[in-house]
């Protein structure tokens, strides 16, 4: 979500950079440096914040380049490809350069890339792409229906139908190193058909707009919906290999490109309605009521979508009552003592002090540390590999707190604590239910208790 604001800025960088003319690296033209440095320093802050934007809007900067070169070299393949690799190449190089010391430590999970299993059903695609597809897939298929058979309505197809179904193409290769998948190529082929079909009239569609060099909005507009619907089409053919096993193995990788399709076909959804807004009082007859016919089923869409903002809210916060920014409010009312031992721990512990409590994942795990800002061992151990790419800087630490609450051999408890320079130890329901009662009777042994209410204890290591 962070990553947002930044992908938004490249976006009006890529406009901007898709209205000028092609940059020349021979000639010294301030105007040309400058915005290859505001691009890598925006497309370099992007991988910063969320690694998984960088080769989306690598790929959409060189389908800018691209866009502007075909009607430069009228079409040809080589001088394309030659255009492709200059700005864009150095664009990229630098964001890597200004980011260096980042890269250097950079560690990552991916594995490689896998072939998808289970496909998304088709009522659960509309629930989620309905609104944005209502806008964007009428107007694709309206532009290109627009288009007319010019010269090179081959190379044109021809490329359209490689960057629609290459998707496809990865992904029977990528089958043939594995053996667990049922779905055979008609199948995938059928269910993803529709999507690519759009996407092959996309790019044709955005070709022959920017060769008519007239509409530049409406070429960038095309080029980011079709860049949307492989970011929806990709996940239901291939998927990033990461340590989410089965059966959640392409989460990661629908969470990830999800949010880009979203931010991508927003803004493209936002052109199409000028699109139809201008072009329909020169429309008649059937052509007229087909529009028409588009505009309601959009608005519906969009107004049901609607619908679940207010649902949500309504749902999670009931009528408001008692309505507070204090994120613990509801620990007050649920778990007093809870509450109480973190208004304790936020007075009387130190930032530079550390307190153990139980290791889990979401919810309350980690409710007392995340609570104070007091550090803790160890917690949330599947974001932790997530970010950090492994467990080499934590490796062990899960079980030295398990071993902590569950010995019953004080020293040792002693020991494991005096190895992380941890000084207080917090039992409570999460504690006693992941641990068990037996080896919390050995910590009045050599540690004070220092706040006790209900089945909340908090000890301090005996100096």
Do not use: C
């Amino acid at each position: 979500v962070s990553a947002i604001p930044f992908a938004l800025l490249f976006l009006g960088f890529a406009w901007n950079f898709y209205r000028s003319p092609l940059p020349n690296f021979s000639r010294l033209e301030l105007r040309t440096y400058i915005m290859a440095g505001a691009m890598a320093l925006s497309l370099g802050g992007l991988a910063f914040t969320n690694m998984w934007d960088l080769p989306t809007y690598a790929i959409l900067l060189l389908g800018v380049v691209a866009l502007k070169a075909y009607p430069v070299y009228q079409g040809r393949i080589m001088p394309i490809l030659g255009a492709m690799a200059q700005f864009p190449m150095i664009v990229i190089a630098l964001a890597f350069i200004l980011f260096m010391p980042y890269y250097v430590s950079f560690a990552s999970s991916v594995e490689g890339i896998g072939a998808v299993e289970t496909t998304t059903r088709y009522p659960h695609m509309f629930i989620v792409w309905g609104a944005p597809m209502a806008l964007v897939g009428p107007f694709i298929v309206a532009s290109f229906w627009q288009t007319v058979v010019g010269p090179d309505w081959r190379r044109m197809t021809l490329y359209s139908l490689i960057i629609g179904f290459l998707p496809f193409a990865a992904w029977m290769v990528v089958r043939l190193q594995s053996v667990e998948i049922a779905d055979g190529p008609v199948g995938r082929l059928i269910h993803i058909l529709p999507m690519a079909l759009l996407i092959v009239m996309g790019v044709y569609s955005a070709i022959t707009v920017a060769k008519q060099r007239e509409s530049s909005g409406k070429a960038f507009a095309l080029l980011l919906a079709t860049l949307g619907l492989l970011l929806i089409m990709g996940p239901e053919l291939l998927f990033v290999d990461d340590f989410f096993g089965p059966p959640s193995e392409r989460m990661n990788t629908i969470f990830k490109l999800y949010y880009q399709a979203w931010l991508l076909l927003a803004a493209a959804s936002g052109f199409a309605i000028y699109y139809w807004r201008s072009g329909r009082d020169s429309l008649t007859g059937w052509r007229r009521s087909l529009s028409t016919l588009w505009a309601v089923g959009a608005i519906a869409l969009i107004i049901g979508a609607l619908y679940y903002p207010a649902a949500a809210s309504t749902s999670k916060a009931g009528t408001f009552t008692d309505a507070t920014l204090n994120g613990l409010n509801f620990l007050k009312r649920s778990s007093s003592a809870e509450y109480d031992a973190i208004q304790f721990v936020r007075a009387e512990i130190d930032r530079d002090g550390a307190i153990l409590e139980a290791v889990g994942e979401w919810f309350d795990s980690g409710l007392i540390s995340r609570s104070t800002g007091v550090p803790t061992i160890f917690n949330w151990p599947g974001h932790q590999i997530q970010w950090r790419g492994s467990d080499d800087s934590f490796g062990g630490r899960e079980q030295d707190v398990a071993r902590i609450y569950e010995t019953t051999d004080p020293l040792e408890a002693r020991n494991l604590l005096a190895k992380y320079d941890v000084d207080y130890v917090y039992v409570g329901p999460r504690e006693r239910s992941k641990h068990g009662e037996d080896g919390l009777a050995k910590f009045p042994d050599f540690m004070d208790s220092v706040f006790s209410q209900d089945n909340v204890e908090i000890y301090r290591v005996r100096q």
